[in-house]
């Protein structure tokens, strides 16, 4: 029934941006932690962005510090990522996930209950 849906992926060259988007339903998203993580292919799955229920804190991996802006609408049940300067090392599929039990860790995928199915975002130099 929870469903967690990514979009605004796609091909942008290096140095520009990016924004994408996560739709959430079938849970109370004002009670629910969001993240963003991606995962290349063949490396591990990692921490990006993540907002708490009501948007008073925000948390970036040291990658995308400064580059990177997550936000979320509880009005219209959607987190976005605004992604600057992107780099080739950018490149991943991207995840939105929704941390219902509003864990104290935020950078851990196991800590995440639902999971969108992701949205390729590909850096070209």
């Known amino acids: 029934q929870v469903q967690l849906v990514e979009s605004g992926g796609g091909l942008v060259q290096a140095g520009y941006s990016r924004l994408l988007t996560c739709t959430a339903s079938?849970?109370?998203?004002?009670?629910?932690?969001m993240g963003w993580f991606r995962q290349a292919p063949g490396k591990e799955r990692e921490f990006v962005a993540a907002i708490s229920w009501s948007a008073g804190s925000t948390r970036y991996a040291d990658s995308v510090k400064g580059r990177f802006t997550i936000s979320r609408d509880n009005a219209k049940n959607m987190v976005y990522l605004q992604m600057n300067s992107l780099k080739p090392e950018d490149t991943a599929t991207y995840y939105c996930a929704a941390d219902t039990f509003i864990s104290p860790v935020y950078f851990s995928t196991a800590e995440y209950d639902y999971w969108g199915q992701g949205t390729q975002v590909t850096v070209s130099s």
């Open positions: 079938g849970l109370t998203f004002s009670r629910t932690d």
